[in-house]
């Protein structure tokens, strides 16, 4: 009997994760589909929690504080990553809302985390991003400065669990998603956080753990 077709923009990119673990012989619950609600309304995001979807992402702080308090006093379980760029300044306020942060790029953000979360009393989960293309326009740390980062952190008692990159645009990800994996493998670290709308397969293919797709879920911004 055939499977019947995807009918909403979350069961196609559930479908989309499942053949490619296939593919790759994994299984799809591997996976954690971060759901990528930046600019989005509340009810756009009610809409997809509506539908069995469980874990969100946003890139600015002062924007999730706006829209999720009112969403989580409702749906307690919902996890919220940060999956943008944060400033120091910010981190308490980070830790405070947070369930994972995908974006600790540096020695000071590491120190100001480790604050926050003393004063707060709650660790959160962080990925290292990783500038895995070298690229001056966007955040992480060099390669080459991953084992200090790391190290750094640790000894803080920051709860490092993986890598997270974003690949150069218009050239094939996979050499990068290879070489987090490496990475990874090196650090002694189990968790990738890669692949997004339209190179999610390939992510999942070359070991992502958690995919963070927006336009496959909510449409174009």
Same mark, same amino acid.
């Given at each position: 009997?055939?499977?019947?077709?995807?009918? =909403?923009?979350?069961?196609? @990119?559930?479908? !989309?994760?499942?053949?490619?673990?296939?593919?790759?012989?994994?299984?799809?619950? /591997?996976?954690? #589909? @971060?759901?990528?609600?930046?600019?989005?309304?509340?009810?756009?995001? #009610?809409?997809?929690?509506?539908? *069995?979807?469980?874990?969100?992402?946003?890139? !600015? $702080?002062?924007?999730?504080?706006?829209?999720?308090?009112?969403?989580?006093?409702?749906?307690?379980? $919902?996890?919220?990553?940060?999956?943008?760029?944060?400033?120091?300044?910010?981190?308490?306020?980070?830790?405070?809302?947070?369930?994972?942060?995908?974006?600790?790029?540096?020695?000071?953000?590491?120190?100001?985390?480790?604050?926050?979360?003393?004063? #707060? *009393?709650?660790? @959160?989960?962080?990925?290292?991003?990783?500038?895995?293309?070298?690229?001056?326009?966007?955040?992480?740390?060099?390669?080459?400065?991953?084992?200090d980062l790391l190290g750094k952190a640790q000894a803080m008692d920051i709860e490092v669990i993986g890598l997270m990159c974003v690949p150069p645009a218009g050239i094939e990800p996979a050499p990068f998603?290879?070489?987090?994996?490496?990475?990874?493998?090196?650090?002694?670290? /189990?968790?990738?956080?890669?692949?997004? =709308?339209?190179? #999610? /397969?390939?992510?999942?293919?070359?070991?992502?753990?958690? @995919?963070?797709?927006?336009?496959?879920?909510?449409?174009? !911004?």
């Amino acid at each position: 009997m055939e499977q019947a077709a995807p009918s =909403s923009p979350l069961e196609h @990119v559930r479908a !989309r994760i499942a053949t490619a673990a296939k593919i790759s012989r994994r299984q799809a619950k /591997e996976v954690t #589909l @971060v759901a990528i609600s930046k600019t989005k309304p509340a009810e756009a995001i #009610l809409d997809l929690i509506s539908q *069995g979807q469980r874990v969100f992402g946003e890139n !600015r $702080v002062q924007e999730a504080q706006e829209k999720w308090p009112a969403i989580r006093a409702v749906h307690p379980d $919902v996890e919220l990553h940060l999956v943008g760029q944060l400033q120091s300044n910010k981190a308490e306020n980070a830790v405070a809302l947070f369930d994972c942060i995908h974006s600790l790029d540096r020695s000071s953000l590491i120190v100001a985390l480790a604050a926050a979360q003393a004063k #707060l *009393g709650k660790r @959160v989960p962080c990925f290292i991003q990783v500038n895995i293309g070298n690229e001056d326009q966007k955040g992480g740390c060099a390669v080459s400065d991953l084992p200090d980062l790391l190290g750094k952190a640790q000894a803080m008692d920051i709860e490092v669990i993986g890598l997270m990159c974003v690949p150069p645009a218009g050239i094939e990800p996979a050499p990068f998603f290879a070489l987090l994996d490496k990475l990874a493998n090196d650090s002694g670290l /189990e968790r990738l956080s890669m692949g997004m =709308s339209d190179d #999610l /397969e390939t992510a999942v293919q070359l070991g992502a753990s958690h @995919v963070r797709v927006g336009a496959a879920l909510f449409g174009s !911004r």
